[in-house]
């Protein structure tokens, strides 16, 4: 064995300081934008039916036409797909820094250019909005890739998981950010314009342009957080690892982190070099190497990721129909605009609230302790047995005396995502891969996962609808109905348990132990690879 770098093992034995901390904060706050800008749309779709497709004359208020639905809702996981695959490949070329500035000018300018969509006509206005949230989403897609790749690369090896975890956990703070902020807009309007129900007067309960500018401001806002960081992220350092193992300057590496970690820190140019020979150090992503070492691994990842986030998407994205489909929230001709809006924004929030945060949290607290491979097995299992305990006995939940019990159980399927894959999905492919394609590989595992929000988002959409023709939304055809969705839904959750088998377990090892960068011997290395299946802590 080639040995480790003195800078990488200072890295991996640093105690716990305050430099880590910034970095969580940093990274995390632009997880905290991209799930406000991703999810924050959901808050505001049944208010953009209702103020560019609503026919006074009809009985119920107007809702985005099918196509416009899926494009509004999925334009963005569309982008976001597109940017993980693009940024994380750019990751590995021009280093981590580079790209990460590229990201938030993106998400500030593409969330800000989103309230401001233009147009003469309903179509004009959602065009405009998909074009400028396919960039978004594109800027967002970068973020995955470079912070949890970045945050790795700069943790130590005891608590590695657990700052991975917290950069990803802000994405429930953002959600209920989303939530909050909606509910301090909607509460403004509606104290404004006291407008009667759809029911009382159709033409009264929309307040035009006025509530035109209620969805504007919230998208808009997700551009403040991002703007607040970037100052930050301008100042962090290079990571060693990129700096030392792909760009091959030992000397600069222990410049950086002597800085970050306040310690001297010797420069090992030779050792550098030898590394840089090393043929552990050569392959690239579509070799024979990479798929005896890695194939089965980036096979788990993506997989894993693909089916976890075709649950959790569509649960998100459209808990507000689920929540009007057992009468959480009163049919949308007894509420007005401002006040669907307000009641679609409290729901989200409570359960974001109840079980999307403390879940994240929860993986915080225990990832380096049970180890990632036990976190999203449990997750996956409980997800399934919540989803299947849904969805058999429906019709019971849809009494009015049931309700409550029911949001509890869809809360706990919530709560078990985000103790659980969720979160792990996240933090595996920033730890098993080598440097130079650490952020590659997180790229395309984050990309199957939005391909399966994706298929959650669009598919969830169509077969959520009613099985009875004259209880489809406006538009749309005759669906499988909410429980036979839940079921399909508890059976992808299922499969998401079987792939996790492919996932190795990289807790308590360094990333160049779970990589084989520094192994000799190729033969070795793989065998070292293989051998480091996993070992679930007890």
């Known amino acids: 064995m080639a040995g480790q770098l003195g800078v990488l093992n200072a890295l991996d034995v640093a105690k716990t300081q305050m430099y880590h901390f910034t970095a969580i904060v940093i ?45 509004v809702t999925g334009v963005a996981l569309v982008g976001t797909l597109s940017g993980q695959l693009f940024f994380g490949w750019l990751g590995d070329k021009l280093g981590r820094k580079k790209v990460y500035g590229i990201t938030l000018m993106l998400m500030v300018g593409c969330s800000l250019a989103s309230g401001l969509s233009f147009g003469n006509s309903p179509k004009g206005v959602m065009a405009t909005l998909c074009f400028f949230r396919f960039w978004l989403g ?45 509910l301090i807009v909607a509460a403004a309007f509606d ?66 982190m002597s800085k970050v970690l ?18 552990n150090q050569k392959f690239g992503l579509f070799t024979r190497q990479f798929a005896k070492r890695h194939g089965l691994h980036l096979l788990g990842t993506t997989t894993t990721w693909f089916l976890l986030d075709i649950a959790f998407y569509s649960q998100n994205l459209f808990q507000k129909d689920i929540f009007t489909a057992i009468g959480w929230i009163p049919p949308a001709k007894e509420m007005n605009a401002i006040n669907e809006l307000y009641r679609i924004a409290r729901a989200q ?22 180890g990632r491979f036990a ?23 849809t009494k009015k005396e049931n309700r409550i019990g029911f949001v509890v159980m869809y809360s706990l399927t919530f709560f078990f995502a985000n103790l659980g894959p969720n979160a792990t999905t996240f933090v595996v492919p920033a730890e098993i891969f080598p440097a130079r394609l650490r952020s590659t590989c997180h790229g395309i595992s984050a990309a199957a996962g939005k391909a399966g929000a994706i298929v959650g988002a669009f598919g ?24 036979n969705s839940l079921i ?36 070795e290395a793989i065998e070292m690879a293989a051998g480091s299946a996993r070992t679930v802590p007890v």
């Not at 808050?43 to 208020?61: A, E």
């Not at 700052?163 to 909050?180: K, N, T």
């Not at 059976?491 to 308590?508: C, I, K, Q, R, S």
Request: with cysteine; glycine share 8%.
């Open 375 to 397: 976190i999203q097995l449990m997750g996956f299992f409980f997800m399934t047995v919540f989803m299947f305990a849904l969805a058999i006995p429906y019709d019971h939940w």
């Open 138 to 182: 594109f800027g967002i897609g970068g973020d995955y890739p470079l912070s949890a790749t970045i945050m790795s690369e700069y943790a130590n090896k005891k608590t590695r998981g657990a700052f991975i975890a917290a950069v990803f956990a802000m994405q429930g703070f953002g959600i209920m950010a989303g939530g909050v902020f909606a």
């Open 262 to 279: 306040q310690v001297e820190i010797e420069a090992e140019e030779e050792k550098v070099q030898n590394l840089a020979e090393n043929q």
């Open 27 to 71: 990274a995390g706050m632009g997880f905290f934008t991209d799930a406000y800008d991703l999810f924050c749309i959901s808050l505001v779709t049944k208010l953009l039916g209702r103020i560019y497709y609503t026919d006074p004359t009809q009985p119920k208020p107007g809702v985005l036409p099918p196509g416009v639905q899926a494009a």
């Open 460 to 483: 969830f959409l169509y077969a959520a609808q009613s099985k009875d023709p004259t209880k489809t939304d406006h538009g749309y055809p005759t669906g499988i109905g909410i429980k």
């Open 191 to 256: 104290h404004k314009y006291q407008v009667p129900t759809y029911e009382e007067n159709a033409k009264a309960s929309l307040v035009l342009p006025a509530f035109d500018y209620v969805w504007r401001i919230i998208l808009m806002f997700g551009a403040v957080p991002a703007a607040l960081t970037y100052y930050w992220r301008m100042k962090m350092p290079e990571t060693a690892r990129y700096t030392a193992l792909v760009a091959k300057n030992g000397k600069q590496a222990a410049s950086d």
């Open 349 to 370: 929030t409570l359960i974001a609230l109840c079980s999307t945060v403390p879940g994240y949290w929860f993986t915080v607290a225990f990832i380096d302790y049970m």
């Open 488 to 523: 399909v839904l508890g059976v992808v959750n299922f499969f998401g348990m079987v792939f996790t088998f492919l996932v190795p377990e990289p807790n308590g090892k360094s990333l160049e132990e779970m990589s084989g960068e520094n192994e000799d011997d190729d033969a």
